[in-house]
């Protein structure tokens, strides 16, 4: 089953609760939620007090991508908040698997990303405590961007990685320049989760885009 999460980042900030609704009508399966500190990229977005806020707005399970410098700081304030995926980057921790303990200490699942110049194979010591691998199919910081073909390759090594886990229940993310057609390639490489921001929150028909992405 291939799900379906828009980014918050491409939504209308104005009118975040309107937003966040409507795409849940419209199918979204999560609510992808970019975390920026303006340091590990060079772009400030939320933090935990408008998770917060949007929390009782929607039934949609959050998933947060912490593209911060200190994600470990972080991560009791969401669990009380009440987020289901907590997802921070390989290259701004050097104790993964200390964090990813803490994370599910918490009540969370814990997902590692990998921006797109990062090697799949640094998640092999991780692998098995892991509940989402996210590959970055462009460089965060910023929506809008154009899908890096190089992806598809990462998704294959992230699923051959994960097939050699006993009983792994993760999943395969993909956020970056996801659309009805860069979607393709990725499906049959291996990813189950697709982020999905401009092209959801740009579509005059919200659910018959994610419907193309999910299925196409």
């Given at each position: ?24 009508l419209a199918g979204a399966d999560l609510l992808h939620i ?183």
């Amino acid at each position: 089953m291939i799900k379906i999460a828009p980014s918050m980042l491409s939504a209308n900030f104005a009118t975040l609760s309107e937003e966040i609704k409507s795409i849940e009508l419209a199918g979204a399966d999560l609510l992808h939620i970019d975390i920026m500190d303006g340091h590990f990229v060079p772009n400030l977005t939320f933090g935990a007090p408008i998770v917060k806020a949007i929390r009782p707005y929607t039934q949609l399970p959050f998933d947060v991508h912490l593209m911060v410098t200190n994600p470990g700081d972080y991560v009791e304030e969401f669990a009380k908040i009440g987020v289901e995926y907590f997802t921070f980057h390989q290259e701004t921790v050097p104790h993964m698997h200390r964090l990813i303990q803490h994370i599910k200490q918490c009540s969370m699942k814990a997902g590692v990303a990998l921006n797109p110049s990062t090697p799949v194979s640094l998640l092999e010591d991780v692998a098995a405590d892991l509940d989402m691998i996210l590959i970055m199919s462009v460089n965060p910081g910023f929506g809008g961007q154009s899908f890096i073909p190089n992806a598809i390759k990462k998704v294959k090594q992230a699923k051959m990685l994960l097939e050699e886990v006993d009983n792994t229940t993760a999943v395969i993310e993909v956020d970056g320049g996801i659309n009805d057609i860069t979607c393709v390639p990725i499906k049959r490489a291996g990813a189950t989760v697709l982020v999905a921001g401009s092209a959801v929150f740009g579509a005059d028909d919200r659910a018959h885009m994610i419907e193309s992405i999910r299925n196409n």
